[in-house]
C-alpha cells in the first residue's frame, strides 16, 4: 500500500509540476526562434527531458502496481514490469546527471545556471521538483522495490543512446537558430565541444553503473535467497 502511495504522489507531483510549467511560467529566449519548439521551447533543455522522464516512469509504476506484479522474481513478468525496470535504468542516471550538474554549477556560480532574473520567474518549488526531486524519489525508487539490471553491455547502449539523442537534438537547434542551448559551448572551438560531451557521456556512464551498484547492493539477499529455493 505505501508503495503505491508513493508512486501516485511522485507521478502526480511531476504530472502538476509539467502543467503548472506550461500553464504559468514564460521564461524568454535569447533567440524567437525558440518559440517554434513544442511545450514552450522546454524541449530543447535536458532538465525537461529529465522530468518527462521521470513522469513517465512513475505512472508506468502506477500502472504496475494495479494492473501488472511487483513480485520479486515473477514467474511470468507483465510488459509494463518489463517497460518499467528499463525506464528505471536510464531514470537513475538522468537524474543524477541533471541535479549534481545543476546543483554543482549553483554552488560554484549561481548566475551561470540560475539567476536572479529566472529564480523571480520560476517558482522555488518547481526548481527543487525539477532539480531536487526527481533525484530523491528516483533513489528511494531504488530502496523499495526491486528490479534486475541488464547486462553492463545493454545499459551502456541504452545510456549512450539516450545521451546521442539529446545531444544531436541540441547541435539540430543550434543550426536551426544559431543559439546554444548552453551558452558554454558558445565559448568553446569544436575540440573542446567533443571533449566536453566526452566527458558528459563519461560521467553519465559512471552514474549508471552507481546505480547498478546500488541496486545489487540493496537487493543482493533477494537474489541469493532465489536461487537457494531453485
Same mark, same amino acid.
Given at each position: 500500500?505505501?508503495?503505491? !502511495?508513493?508512486?501516485?504522489? =511522485? *507521478?502526480s507531483?511531476? +504530472?502538476?509540476t509539467?502543467?503548472?510549467? @506550461? %500553464?504559468?511560467?514564460?521564461v524568454?529566449?535569447?533567440? $524567437?526562434?525558440? =518559440?517554434?519548439?513544442?511545450?514552450?521551447?522546454?524541449?530543447?533543455?535536458?532538465?525537461? +527531458?529529465?522530468?518527462?522522464?521521470?513522469?513517465? /516512469?512513475?505512472?508506468? &509504476?502506477?500502472?504496475?502496481?494495479?494492473?501488472?506484479?511487483?513480485?520479486?522474481?515473477?514467474? #511470468?513478468?507483465?510488459?509494463?514490469?518489463?517497460?518499467?525496470?528499463?525506464?528505471?535504468?536510464?531514470?537513475?542516471?538522468?537524474?543524477?546527471?541533471v541535479? %549534481?550538474?545543476?546543483?554543482?554549477?549553483? =554552488?560554484?556560480?549561481? $548566475?551561470?545556471?540560475f539567476?536572479?532574473?529566472? *529564480?523571480?520567474?520560476?517558482? &522555488?518549488?518547481?526548481?527543487?521538483?525539477?532539480?531536487s !526531486?526527481?533525484?530523491?524519489?528516483?533513489?528511494?525508487?531504488?530502496?523499495?522495490?526491486?528490479?534486475? /539490471?541488464?547486462? #553492463?553491455?545493454?545499459?551502456?547502449?541504452?545510456?549512450?543512446?539516450?545521451?546521442?539523442? /539529446?545531444?544531436?537534438?541540441?547541435?539540430?537547434?543550434?543550426?536551426?537558430?544559431?543559439?546554444?542551448?548552453?551558452?558554454? /559551448?558558445?565559448?568553446?572551438? +569544436?575540440?573542446a #565541444?567533443?571533449?566536453? @560531451?566526452?566527458?558528459?557521456?563519461?560521467?553519465?556512464?559512471?552514474?549508471?553503473?552507481?546505480?547498478?551498484?546500488?541496486? $545489487?547492493?540493496?537487493?543482493?539477499?533477494?537474489?541469493?535467497?532465489?536461487?537457494?529455493?531453485?
Amino acid at each position: 500500500m505505501l508503495v503505491r !502511495l508513493f508512486h501516485v504522489s =511522485a *507521478a502526480s507531483l511531476f +504530472w502538476y509540476t509539467a502543467w503548472y510549467d @506550461q %500553464s504559468f511560467i514564460n521564461v524568454p529566449f535569447p533567440n $524567437e526562434k525558440y =518559440a517554434q519548439y513544442a511545450l514552450k521551447g522546454r524541449v530543447t533543455f535536458l532538465t525537461f +527531458w529529465c522530468l518527462i522522464l521521470q513522469t513517465l /516512469y512513475f505512472t508506468v &509504476s502506477v500502472l504496475n502496481d494495479y494492473i501488472g506484479t511487483n513480485v520479486d522474481h515473477p514467474k #511470468r513478468s507483465s510488459i509494463l514490469r518489463f517497460i518499467k525496470d528499463k525506464l528505471f535504468i536510464l531514470a537513475f542516471p538522468v537524474a543524477l546527471y541533471v541535479t %549534481s550538474f545543476f546543483w554543482g554549477i549553483y =554552488a560554484i556560480d549561481r $548566475e551561470l545556471i540560475f539567476p536572479d532574473w529566472i *529564480a523571480n520567474i520560476i517558482p &522555488s518549488w518547481v526548481n527543487h521538483t525539477m532539480h531536487s !526531486l526527481v533525484l530523491l524519489f528516483i533513489v528511494l525508487e531504488l530502496v523499495i522495490t526491486y528490479r534486475r /539490471y541488464p547486462s #553492463r553491455s545493454v545499459g551502456y547502449s541504452i545510456v549512450v543512446c539516450f545521451n546521442f539523442m /539529446y545531444t544531436f537534438w541540441f547541435h539540430c537547434v543550434y543550426y536551426q537558430t544559431g543559439v546554444w542551448v548552453y551558452p558554454i /559551448y558558445g565559448v568553446l572551438n +569544436w575540440p573542446a #565541444r567533443v571533449g566536453l @560531451q566526452l566527458v558528459s557521456t563519461t560521467l553519465a556512464l559512471g552514474f549508471y553503473v552507481l546505480g547498478e551498484k546500488l541496486n $545489487e547492493f540493496m537487493w543482493t539477499k533477494v537474489d541469493k535467497q532465489k536461487v537457494k529455493s531453485k
